[in-house]
């Protein structure tokens, strides 16, 4: 029956079906009974999950390659973005850069045994870097409205069920399955940066032990935030005190966190007047608090901030990345330029257009939200654009992220974030494949690693067949993805794509 053959694609989706079961009536009854109906129904449900899923493992191969004959696309210097023709890459069994330039230098000394695959007429560029992700949902915005119309479970009860063995299994699936079509997309490193639970730690660390192909991964796991703050009650931590931030963000690094996110003011779909959607939230002695404890260890934090004084609040506390943003004034201009409190003396901001300007663009007809929403979205938009312009106007690092997993927000779109920056936000192309290149692998502490092309780092690229500097909708579908040298062939594949999202994204102009 239907029932047995859909495909279970989110957490969402699957509470959905779980309290339109009689699981609902015991999920009522107190004590052992529900936990333990709840633990079977999810191992059940997990299971299913499992051989159902649309992605295909993809085990990460260390055969040595050559790509030979390809143009390669140089942003370097984002004024003079160039295509360098024929130009061959050679990637070592550690899935490093071995060599790279002119194919007629480089091609008689590809060694012995490695595969060598032509690449005349396509174009190959840095691996694009995420900044600002999270692996919860799929994007369509039934994933999200659902998870907060959970029947008629109390928050503890489906907390209760997100913290189950099996519950997990299954967040953790919905992660994975989200984070392949990431990579798939041309993504070959994100930073999560506020999840349901330890799903992206646990899945950052399949990758790095090599269990599973995925980008890289910086993971925050669940947001910090003060007691009925934003993303609470299942993407942030509820903190009251500067020593309960403290206890939270050591919890987080002791589980393995990589990076730390806060929840510095409210959101968009938080604020129930005009004008609320940037409200402080964290104070700033909790704010340093969390700087402090994560600094201490080499993290960065991140913060959530839509309102110039919730931005100010950050900096001043610490905050190396600024979350969205909001228009600067003149001492946010300063704190982002010399921050003292910063783990590497300055402060980034990373915009996210997509979530923001497409609730504010398409109709309310599509998108069916409030006219209060509606307005402040369009305030968010507007600030995140003005800090796009004054971090070029004052030489302040700029990354990019697209908030995924958001309303609308797929986990394939990045390159949409970029379209739109070059749209709306005044940016050229080499501008933003910078940002999303070197600039981002800058901004996280990864510029060693990763970022750009180059001998010694990372093998992580994109083959395209068209040059995304002529248009950007080129990384739309990469021919071939590689990252830390495993290449994935046939990417479009793995990406499981909403036609009707496309659609509307498409149709902002
Ligand atoms: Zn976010």
């Not at 919905?174 to 730690?201: C, F, K, Q, W």
């Not at 923001?356 to 939200?369: E, F, H, K, N, Y």
């Amino acid at each position: 029956m239907g029932e047995h053959t859909q495909e279970l694609h989110s957490f969402a989706d699957l509470a959905q079906q779980f309290v339109t079961s009689k699981a609902e009536i015991f999920a009522r009854t107190a004590g052992a009974t529900a936990r333990d109906f709840i633990h079977t129904n999810f191992v059940h449900e997990a299971h299913r999950f499992a051989v159902q899923a649309h992605i295909a493992d993809i085990k990460p191969n260390h055969q040595p390659f050559a790509l030979t004959h390809a143009n390669l696309v140089d942003v370097s210097d984002p004024a003079h973005p160039t295509a360098l023709p024929d130009r061959t890459i050679v990637i070592s069994p550690e899935g490093r850069i071995q060599l790279l330039g002119p194919s007629a230098e480089i091609d008689p000394g590809i060694p012995d045994g490695f595969k060598v695959l032509n690449a005349q007429g396509r174009y190959i560029l840095a691996g694009l870097i995420n900044a600002h992700v999270h692996t919860f949902a799929d994007g369509r915005p039934s994933t999200l409205s659902s998870v907060t119309s959970f029947g008629s479970l109390t928050h503890a009860q489906i907390r209760q069920l997100l913290d189950s063995p099996a519950g997990q299994a299954v967040a953790e699936r919905i992660s994975r399955i989200n984070i392949e079509t990431m990579l798939a997309s041309g993504v070959t490193t994100v930073r999560t940066l506020g999840d349901l639970t330890y799903d992206d730690v646990k899945l950052a660390q399949r990758v790095h032990r090599g269990r599973a192909a995925g980008p890289r991964m910086l993971v925050a796991g669940p947001m910090i935030a003060i007691p009925g703050g934003h993303g609470t009650p299942y993407t942030s931590v509820e903190c009251a005190t500067p020593e309960d931030v403290k206890a939270a963000v050591t919890t987080h690094l002791d589980a393995g966190c990589t990076a730390i996110k806060l929840a510095a003011t409210g959101g968009v779909t938080d604020a129930k007047k005009i004008g609320n959607a940037g409200t402080p939230q964290l104070t700033v002695e909790q704010i340093e608090a969390a700087c402090e404890t994560a600094h201490e260890r080499g993290v960065l934090v991140a913060a959530h901030c839509q309102s110039t004084q919730g931005m100010l609040n950050a900096l001043r506390a610490g905050v190396d990345t600024i979350e969205h943003g909001a228009t600067m004034n003149d001492e946010a201009i300063a704190l982002f330029r010399h921050n003292p409190k910063s783990l590497h003396g300055y402060s980034a901001v990373d915009p996210t257009l997509m979530p923001a300007l497409t609730l504010d663009r398409l109709p309310q007809s599509v998108t069916g939200i409030s006219d209060i929403v509606k307005a402040n979205s369009e305030a968010v938009t507007r600030g995140m654009i003005d800090a796009i312009h004054q971090a070029h106007e004052n030489n302040i690092l700029l990354g990019v992220g697209t908030d995924s997993a958001m309303p609308l927000v797929t986990q394939y779109s990045t390159w949409h974030e970029l379209d739109y920056r070059v749209r709306f936000a005044g940016e050229t192309i080499g501008q933003v494949l910078n940002e999303a290149t070197a600039g981002n692998a800058h901004m996280l502490g990864l510029d060693k690693e990763t970022g750009t092309l180059e001998v010694g780092k990372s093998a992580d690229f994109i083959v395209l067949d068209s040059n995304p500097l002529d248009r950007l909708s080129a990384l739309d579908t990469p021919a071939m993805v590689v990252s830390a040298g495993t290449p994935i062939f046939r990417p479009a594949a793995l990406v499981r794509r909403f036609d009707d999202i496309d659609a509307d994204l498409n149709s902002i102009i």
